[in-house]
């Protein structure tokens, strides 16, 4: 499995930016879709956003639409989310992982089961 390795959290007040990245480890990392999940304490896990293959094709949570991006560098073996006017509600710790497809299934691809390489997570904290 390849392993990833997210960074860019912290603390951030309200309406800030942040940008995270997620370093995978291997050259694989490019034949798969990737996605951006949160998880706020006393809360599931959540899907965030998810970037195909190629990056020809994203998909977002209706909850943070239009306020945050997701790219990739295929080389540099890295994804990255950008987010944009944060909230409070934002703040969770935030998890990049490896789909199983290379392609956008939203069906799929918004699923914790849909993924089979996770990192560790970083802290995204806004303040009000």
């Known amino acids: 499995q390849v392993q990833l390795v997210e960074s860019g959290g912290g603390l951030v007040q309200a309406g800030g930016s942040l940008r995270l990245s997620c370093a995978a480890s291997?050259?694989?990392?490019?034949?798969?879709?990737m996605g951006w999940f949160r998880q706020a304490p006393g809360e599931e896990r959540e899907f965030v956003a998810v970037?195909?293959?190629?990056?020809?094709?994203?998909y977002y949570a209706d909850s943070i639409k239009g306020r945050f991006a997701i790219s990739r560098d295929n080389t540099k073996n890295t994804v990255y989310l950008h987010m944009n006017s944060l909230k409070p509600g934002d703040s969770a710790v935030y998890y990049c992982?490896?789909?199983?497809?290379?392609?956008?299934?939203?069906?799929?691809?918004?699923?914790?089961?849909?993924?089979?390489?996770w990192g560790q997570g970083t802290q995204v904290t806004v303040s009000s």
């Open positions: 992982a490896s789909s199983k497809l290379a392609s956008v299934i939203p069906s799929r691809s918004t699923s914790l089961d849909g993924y089979d390489s």
């Open positions: 291997e050259r694989t990392f490019r034949m798969h879709a």
């Open positions: 970037i195909s293959w190629n990056g020809g094709n994203t």
